[in-house]
């Protein structure tokens, strides 16, 4: 039997949305940090019991995984998508902005929302099927770049997302969050640069 199916509901457990839980569940984690947050302090910005909250999630490590993937979601993948849909410039100079936006919201992200990052960067070691899932959707966006690439001339024929997978691997270092510390150095950007040039040796059509 499942845990909670012991614990009486009390006169404030009224249906929760999964956004609601979320929602408090993103508070309380800012406040506190992703360690010191229980299942208990969510509930209670609620006003319910947190035997409520187990009927939605099984523990308090799945609604820090449904937390985290939102803010993936909300945070990373959709302002990249945007750059999917400007008009204007060559498919490589789209790649490059595209690369360097990621980059960017990494870096800002580890100054500025410290608590969110921290747990994104925890949940990366953990949930690592989720992070795959985010990971795949990003190298899909910048596979349909460099197909369009190939389609102006610009980039050489090949296997577009076997080209997107290596390229993101290749700069990972400049935003996978177990490289945060690395950011802060004075080099990083000429780093950066560096090795864009050598990937864009690999990518570029020859013809």
Same mark, same amino acid.
């Given at each position: ?5 012991? /614990? %009486?509901?009390?006169? @404030?457990?009224?249906?929760?949305? *999964?956004?609601? #839980? ?8 800012? *406040?506190?940090? %992703?360690?010191?947050?229980? &299942?208990? =302090?969510?509930? $209670?910005?609620? $006003?319910?019991?947190? +035997?409520?909250?187990?009927? @939605? ?5 799945? /609604? *820090?995984?449904? &937390?985290?993937?939102?803010? !993936? ?5 959709? %302002? ?21 936006? !990621? #980059? *960017?919201? $990494? ?15 925890? &949940? ?14 990003? #190298? ?15 980039? $050489?024929? +090949? =296997? ?14 400049? @935003?996978?969050?177990? @490289?945060?510390?690395?950011? !802060?150095? =004075?080099?990083?950007?000429? =780093? ?10 690999? !990518?570029?059509?020859?013809?």
């Amino acid at each position: 039997m499942n845990a909670w199916l012991l /614990i %009486p509901m009390t006169a @404030h457990d009224l249906p929760l949305s *999964r956004e609601a #839980i979320l929602d408090a569940a993103e508070q309380v984690l800012r *406040r506190f940090g %992703p360690d010191k947050t229980s &299942v208990v =302090d969510i509930a $209670k910005v609620l $006003k319910v019991s947190h +035997g409520t909250l187990y009927r @939605h999630f099984a523990s308090k490590a799945s /609604i *820090r995984e449904a &937390v985290t993937e939102r803010w !993936l979601h909300q945070s990373i993948t959709i %302002p990249l998508s945007a750059i999917m849909d400007e008009d204007g410039g060559s498919a490589v100079e789209r790649l490059r902005l595209w690369m360097e936006t !990621l #980059i *960017r919201l $990494k870096r800002t992200f580890s100054i500025e929302d410290a608590e969110m990052f921290s747990m994104y960067a925890a &949940v990366t070691l953990i949930e690592v099927e989720m992070i795959s899932a985010h990971v795949n959707r990003l #190298i899909a966006q910048m596979g349909q770049l460099i197909e369009w690439g190939m389609q102006a001339g610009d980039i $050489k024929s +090949g =296997d577009s997302a076997q080209m997107a997978r290596a390229v993101f691997l290749a700069t990972s270092r400049f @935003h996978h969050p177990a @490289h945060a510390q690395e950011w !802060l150095q =004075d080099s990083s950007t000429a =780093d950066f640069d560096a090795v864009w040039q050598l990937v864009l040796t690999g !990518l570029l059509s020859r013809e």
